[in-house]
């Protein structure tokens, strides 16, 4: 795979995320009743989903943007928390969103998600809650998924919209992906599924995957 599809597709990701948070800091609280369920069953299933995973040691937030999840992943005295992201811009506007206290708990780096600058094996597990709601591309999809395998030494934790359907696009822009395939390129990069949550059950949309590296 050339190197200029995944910066293409980066980009794209980091102008598409940079608008919406945008949009998303102008309101003082979620817009809409099942929005701010969502945002809410989202916090508590991080918390299942860090439990699933065997409460990571050393975790990775993978293209972190603001760092929304920051607090949830703090919330273990002990856990020491890297975050990286594309963008620098983004980065540094994290910076202004957390508590100084906080950001003593943070070390952010700016990464590609398709090369990442770390070793294999380097962390207990990767947290990605943004990335895979805008990439379009199966095949980019699956050399994120085998990138991941590279550096997580045990799982993944990987917010994802999956659905019946070929994969699309839905009403909030998020690219929804067949369910069948996201599976299956889970096994391909070397992952076995350990569990998976529906933010909202009874709805084809979003899930949280907690998959395991194999041996």
Same mark, same amino acid.
């Given at each position: 795979?050339?190197?200029?599809?995944?910066?293409?597709?980066?980009?794209?990701?980091?102008?598409?995320?940079?608008?919406?948070?945008?949009?998303?800091?102008?309101?003082?609280?979620?817009?809409?009743?099942?929005?701010?369920?969502?945002?809410?069953?989202?916090?508590?299933?991080?918390?299942?989903?860090?439990?699933?995973?065997?409460?990571?040691?050393?975790?990775?937030?993978?293209?972190?943007?603001?760092?929304?999840?920051?607090?949830?992943?703090?919330?273990?005295?002990?856990?020491?928390?890297? $975050?990286? =992201?594309?963008?620098?811009? +983004?980065?540094?506007?994290?910076?202004? #969103?957390? %508590? @100084? *206290?906080? !950001?003593?708990?943070?070390?952010?780096?700016?990464?590609?998600?398709?090369?990442?600058?770390?070793?294999?094996? $380097?962390? =207990?597990?990767?947290?990605? +809650?943004?990335?895979?709601?805008?990439? #379009?591309? %199966? @095949? *980019?999809? !699956?050399?994120?998924?085998?990138?991941?395998?590279?550096?997580?030494?045990?799982?993944?934790?990987?917010?994802?919209?999956?659905?019946?359907?070929?994969?699309?696009?839905?009403?909030?822009?998020?690219?929804?992906?067949?369910?069948?395939?996201?599976?299956?390129?889970?096994?391909?990069?070397?992952?076995?599924?350990?569990?998976?949550?529906?933010?909202?059950?009874?709805?084809?949309?979003?899930?949280?995957?907690?998959?395991?590296?194999?041996?």
């Amino acid at each position: 795979m050339s190197s200029q599809l995944p910066s293409t597709t980066e980009l794209e990701f980091a102008e598409r995320y940079d608008r919406e948070h945008a949009r998303v800091c102008r309101q003082v609280r979620p817009q809409g009743l099942a929005r701010r369920l969502a945002v809410w069953r989202e916090k508590c299933l991080v918390r299942r989903a860090l439990k699933v995973a065997g409460e990571p040691g050393l975790v990775l937030d993978l293209a972190c943007g603001a760092g929304r999840f920051w607090p949830v992943l703090a919330e273990h005295e002990n856990r020491v928390i890297l $975050a990286a =992201d594309p963008s620098q811009g +983004m980065l540094d506007h994290a910076q202004t #969103h957390h %508590s @100084a *206290h906080l !950001l003593t708990r943070i070390k952010t780096f700016k990464s590609s998600v398709f090369s990442i600058d770390m070793s294999e094996n $380097a962390v =207990d597990s990767i947290f990605c +809650m943004q990335l895979f709601h805008h990439v #379009h591309d %199966s @095949a *980019h999809r !699956l050399a994120i998924l085998r990138e991941f395998h590279r550096v997580s030494r045990d799982t993944l934790i990987l917010s994802v919209c999956v659905g019946r359907s070929a994969t699309h696009l839905d009403r909030t822009q998020r690219v929804v992906v067949n369910k069948t395939e996201l599976e299956t390129q889970f096994m391909q990069a070397g992952f076995s599924p350990l569990k998976q949550y529906d933010v909202l059950p009874g709805c084809e949309r979003g899930s949280i995957y907690i998959v395991r590296k194999g041996t």
